[in-house]
């Protein structure tokens, strides 16, 4: 089911992501191999369900259900603060490129799907689910459980962030 | 059901959960055949429909918490994700 796609289709994606990854603070996984293996997926399941579901998890092939695994996923930023890898290991932390950290599988922390479907209430600012972070250098504001490790506009690493709300 | 059998020394019954896209399931099958051992695999996202259906039913007869790799060893124990110690453990190699 692979064989229609091209060693070109991924490498020019493979290429493209590693740009994008880099000018957001992002790294793909150094292991070349490994990481167009999974680009190669990104397009299989591109063709297959019209979109970059995560090459690691099953698809429902609904979208809607399916957008929080959607490359780049939901889960990615708490994994790699967590494991310095995505659960793919498509995105691996600046530990890792230091050759600091090697990458091993991670477990799920994606919900089951019928925790997926409780309804979460609406927020307000009493009660926010995650905290604010502040880029002390540019201004940029995240509200995740930990701030970047580097700033997606800016560059400063994450000890230049402060709490913000 | 397109399960895939995988010729090899027997040792027990091994049967693979996986993901035709995933990286780590194709490290999983190549960990099981440089061991040498026989086991049965299906690429779970290539099903479709009830049979799809039913295969995941199958999986969450052990764990709520299904995810890929999913190796079941004689219809028993099971270990989730690419782990080759905690095979060759549950194994005895």
């Known amino acids: 089911m692979n064989q229609d796609i091209s060693q070109g289709q991924i490498d020019k994606l493979y290429e493209r992501l590693d740009k994008e990854a880099e000018e957001g603070g992002y790294h793909l996984n150094p292991d070349i191999e490994f990481t167009k293996d999974l680009v190669k997926g990104l397009i299989t399941n591109e063709n297959r369900y019209g979109y970059w579901s ?28 967590d494991y310095d890898a995505c659960y793919c290991a498509l995105y691996v932390s600046q530990k890792v490129m230091n050759g600091e950290k090697e990458v091993a599988p991670i477990p799920e922390r994606r919900p089951p799907l019928e925790e997926r479907l409780k309804l979460k209430p609406v927020p307000n600012i009493s009660s ?3 905290p604010v972070w502040r880029c002390k ?6 509200a ?17 962030f402060e709490r913000f709300i | 059901m397109k399960i895939k059998h995988i010729e090899g020394e027997k040792n027990g019954n091994i049967m693979m959960y996986t993901l035709s896209t995933c990286v780590w399931c194709k490290k999983i099958k190549k960990y099981l055949k440089d061991l ?3 086991y049965h695999y299906i690429d ?34 099971y270990i989730i994700g690419y782990k080759p110690d905690e095979i060759k453990e549950k194994l005895g190699l």
Do not use: F, H, W
């Open chain 1, 144 to 160: 995740r459980e930990n701030p970047p490790e580097v700033c997606p506009v800016c560059k400063a690493k994450k000890d230049r």
């Open chain 1, 137 to 142: 250098v540019c201004g940029y504001l995240c």
């Open chain 1, 128 to 130: 926010l689910p995650l």
């Open chain 2, 44 to 77: 779970v996202d290539l099903l479709e429909g009830a049979e799809k259906e039913e295969v995941m039913q199958q999986m969450k007869e052990y764990t709520s918490e299904v995810s890929y790799p999913m190796l079941v060893i004689n219809e028993k124990e």
């Open chain 1, 54 to 81: 995560c090459p690691c998890r099953l698809a429902s092939g609904n979208k809607a259900e399916d957008l929080d695994i959607i490359c780049p996923c939901d889960y990615r930023d708490p994994d790699l603060n």
């Open chain 2, 36 to 38: 040498g051992v026989e």
